[in-house]
Nanobody
Framework: QMQLAESGGGSVQAGGSLRLSCVDS????????MGWFRQAPGKAREMVAR???????????TYADSVKGRFTISKDNAKSTLYLQMNSLKPEDSGMYYC???????????????WGQGTQVTVSS
């Protein structure tokens, strides 16, 4: 089992920045994947960024084309926390952001096994 708890959402003007955090707990996985997903009203949930983890090694980081160069995903194993640094935010980045994880590497997608409750991000123009 893995529990995920997101924080860090909020309201910001276009061009601003936010950093989302996701604390994972309750598991003993060594190799797994984690990712950030978002869902806007009336739209399907989409992958924003994902990372594979093998012990202290982070690898095979993937970003959605729409966020490349603006968002950065990272993991602090000592704090059991996944981050999403979001810069140069645009109104189209608004939505509910979810942290997800799967005990199988490369399998983090919309069918990931574990999900957090989500944190709202609103970007105004």
């Amino acid at each position: 089992q893995m529990q995920l708890a997101e924080s860090g959402g909020g309201s910001v003007q276009a061009g601003g920045s936010l950093r989302l955090s996701c604390v994972d707990s309750g598991h003993t996985y060594v190799s797994y994947c984690m990712g950030w997903f978002r869902q806007a009203p009336g739209k399907a949930r989409e992958m924003v960024a994902r990372i594979n983890i093998d012990g202290s090694i982070m690898y095979s980081i993937t970003y959605a084309d729409s966020v490349k160069g603006r968002f950065t995903i990272s993991k602090d194993n000592a704090k059991s926390t996944l981050y999403l640094q979001m810069n140069s935010l645009k109104p189209e980045d608004s939505g509910m952001y979810y942290c997800a994880a799967d005990p199988v590497s490369f399998r983090c997608g919309v069918s990931s096994r574990y999900w957090g409750q989500g944190t709202q991000v609103t970007v105004s123009s």
